[in-house]
């Protein structure tokens, strides 16, 4: 498998892409046929991309070194330091945002240039780029740790709040599963379960500690 990792640099950037990154998207978009699972592949790369570049360029404006790695989850950032709790709230924002940048690029061609509509692979490009990049980024959002919005409730409350963090998670993260389940959404659902999971365990391991 880490003979077919793609590795490439952007810029001072490097940037690795697992195999599994490729299947996750597949699975993902399973339900499509034909050119529209192809788009859906480039729109899941670019968008994650775009995301990771943001955490990624904030890291860099605050003097560290970054690194990219889009795995089976998703995609991380790796900054060379550690970064100020302020710095670290701003970095970790930077992702969701950069996206939301990109939405409302997609959501504003049409305006500009109407003829893309008339190509039903390039209206389904850009409604695929506006769902993905504004409704991932409000999930990502939500206070569950890993999840960017995860990291910002940990860095805002410092260290004595963890443990109320891991509980939010759990809690909002049943909520989640709950709404998946109703909705019809498997892969959110079971998503959802290992991130409040995850965060369950870490509320028990601190517990002890």
């Not at 990624?56 to 790695?69: E, M, T, Y």
């Not at 995609?75 to 550690?82: E, V």
């Not at 079971?190 to 999971?197: A, D, E, P, S, T």
Request: charged share 10%.
């Amino acid at each position: 498998m880490e003979n077919l990792t793609l590795r490439f640099r952007l810029g001072r950037i490097p940037i690795e892409v697992e195999p599994l990154f490729w299947l996750m998207a597949f699975v993902m978009g399973s339900n499509l046929r034909g050119p529209a699972i192809v788009l859906w592949v480039l729109v899941v790369f670019v968008s994650i991309m775009v995301h990771e570049l943001g955490h990624a360029l904030a890291s860099i404006a605050f003097g560290a070194r970054a690194k990219i790695k889009l795995h089976s989850m998703g995609g991380l950032t790796y900054p060379d330091r550690q970064l100020t709790r302020s710095q670290e709230v701003l970095m970790t924002l930077a992702g969701p945002f950069a996206g939301f940048a990109l939405a409302a690029i997609a959501y504003a061609i049409p305006m500009q240039f109407p003829a893309v509509m008339a190509s039903p692979n390039g209206a389904l490009l850009l409604s695929l780029l506006v769902t993905v990049n504004f409704w991932w980024g409000i999930i990502n959002l939500l206070p569950v740790p890993p999840l960017d919005g995860g990291h910002v409730a940990l860095a805002l409350g410092g260290p004595r709040r963890h443990h109320a963090v891991r509980v939010l998670a759990v809690i909002v993260a049943g909520l989640v599963v709950a709404w998946s389940v109703m909705d019809g959404s498997i892969y959110r659902a079971v998503l959802f379960g290992l991130l409040g999971y995850q965060n369950l365990q870490m509320m028990n391991r601190t517990a002890r500690a």
